[in-house]
């Protein structure tokens, strides 16, 4: 009786939801546009130590991961990205958007280089055992903006896929998109150039896609709060073998907020919030997506990786006793069902 019983909860267990983790690897080509280097170099150079000690924390919880990364960040230097751009470049109404205006601009010393290329560290992800390499675009595309059109869009996925293998060897199958400025319109475009899945947005008002000029202050204050209250919901998400359109949409659950010293009294809520999401996509057989960008740990580096090691460890829980578990973006789409071939590799 007592195997049959056994045989029974390892049967519930292996029916306890799916825990994502996607990181959007951008340096500064996803903020120049929004903040200097005298403003968040640090951080930039902070996320790039944070990296190594991320990749070690996975590997010691069993995590797979999905690393989204910048095009143009895979390259040496300057001079070789500019012999590598897309064939057609992104062009916005706002030019404070366009990402290689300045390439010139960019400063030749070692320091400066690593504001913006990481080559190593894209090819010390591709080492690490169950992490996977995908696109956050080329250009950090935004895809909302005016004046971008959809050839803009297909000639930079074509340069990403370019570059990704040419560099390492791999054929980026999920894609993030920046700012999570998404539009269905495009999604055919991303299937034929070989993504089967995408991390698309939760299912509220407040994290509605939407333009630099649409976003709202309101928007953003509920999403603020919403990571220590449950306001919105715990943002689980039903994946149904066999029902699915390529690519598959892989939807964020929560943005991991960084530790912040004015708000630290608020840090048991803010773990409080993600295990209580956590366990009751555990219980419910749901996805749970967390994401954040590596310069978000690029500051208190010690104390964002401290808070991490708490997750990991309540996801490990989840699965001992649920059957919880981690995969990446693409392995999600293998998981329902969707085969590379039916996304027109090309």
């Known amino acids: 009786m007592r195997r049959q019983d056994d045989d029974v909860g390892r ?4 029916e306890g939801g799916i825990f994502t983790i996607s990181l959007d690897f951008e340096l500064h080509w ?10 968040y170099g640090a951080n930039i150079l902070g996320g790039r130590k944070a990296i190594p000690a991320l990749l070690d924390l996975f590997t010691e919880f069993g995590i797979h991961a999905t690393w989204a990364v910048v095009g143009s960040l895979c390259f040496d230097n300057p001079a070789e990205l500019a012999s590598n751009l897309p064939d057609v470049l992104p062009r916005y109404e706002d030019r404070r958007l366009e990402p290689f205006s300045e390439l010139t601009a960019i ?18 992800i591709r080492r690490t055992p169950h992490q996977e390499i995908g696109s956050h675009t080329f250009s950090h595309y935004y895809c909302l903006e005016s004046g971008q059109t959809a050839d803009m869009f297909e000639a930079d996925l074509n340069a990403m896929r370019r570059v990704i293998r040419k560099k390492f060897a ?19 475009l991303c299937a034929q150039n070989g993504i089967v899945a995408y ?22 204050v509920i999403r603020l709060a919403d990571s220590y209250a449950n306001l919105t919901g715990h943002h689980g998400h039903r994946i149904d073998k066999g029902k699915f359109s390529v690519p598959l949409d892989v939807p964020a659950s929560r943005f991991l907020r960084p530790f912040t ?6 840090e048991p809520l803010r773990l409080r919030r ?20 590596p310069d978000n740990f690029g500051a208190d580096t010690d104390a964002n990786l401290a808070f991490l090691r708490k997750v990991l460890v309540h ?9 919880m578990r981690s995969l990446g973006m693409r392995e999600v789409a293998e998981h329902a069902g969707v085969q590379p071939a039916e996304a027109c590799v090309q």
């Open 11 to 14: 049967k519930h267990r292996r």
């Open 30 to 39: 996803g903020t120049r546009d929004k903040r200097t280097l005298s403003q």
């Open 107 to 124: 400063g030749t010393g070692a320091r400066d280089l690593k504001y913006f290329f990481a080559p190593e560290l894209v090819a010390l």
């Open 170 to 188: 791999v054929e980026p199958q999920s894609l993030v998109f920046p700012r999570n400025q998404f539009t269905s319109r495009y999604l055919g």
């Open 199 to 220: 991390r698309g947005n939760p299912a509220s008002w407040a994290y509605e896609p939407r333009s630099g000029r649409e976003e709202t202050k309101l928007s953003r």
């Open 261 to 266: 010293k004015k708000l630290r009294v608020l």
């Open 274 to 293: 993600i295990v209580r999401d956590l366990t009751y996509c555990a219980e419910n057989d749901l996805l749970y997506h967390l994401w954040w960008h």
């Open 315 to 323: 996801f490990k829980e989840l699965e001992n006793s649920h059957g």
